[in-house]
């Protein structure tokens, strides 16, 4: 059964750093492209970054140079490491792969960027 959780979501800083863990569970994470998102208040669900199979990555512009996502296959999870935080960056972000013809989500895990 497909199972993801995101963890490490928190309240930062502006400039300050987190890392979101996204922990799997019944898929093979080495053969899946993975995907974080992240929804705002008030808008639409954006992809934020993604790994592919073979190690490609892919940023939005927004976040180029501040965010880096990588994977652990030994513990099957995937990390958002997000640097330099500004207001903007604030959502929920959520961990997600598609198999079989549908997407599967995590429950989403929280960032707040504020003074």
């Known amino acids: 059964q497909v199972r993801l959780v995101e963890s490490g979501g928190g309240l930062v800083q502006p400039g300050e750093s987190l890392r979101l863990s996204c922990a799997t569970s019944?898929?093979?994470?080495?053969?899946?492209?993975m995907n974080w998102y992240r929804q705002s208040p008030g808008k639409e669900r954006e992809l934020v970054a993604n790994v592919t199979s073979d190690g490609a990555m892919n940023f939005i512009d927004s976040v180029k140079g501040r965010f880096t996502i990588s994977r652990d296959h030994a513990r099957a999870r995937v990390y958002l490491q997000m640097n330099n935080l500004a207001p903007d960056d604030t959502a929920v972000y959520y961990c997600?792969?598609?198999?079989?013809?549908?997407?599967?989500w995590g429950q989403g895990t929280r960032v707040t960027v504020s003074s």
């Open positions: 019944g898929i093979v994470l080495r053969i899946h492209t």
């Open positions: 997600s792969v598609h198999w079989r013809g549908r997407a599967y």
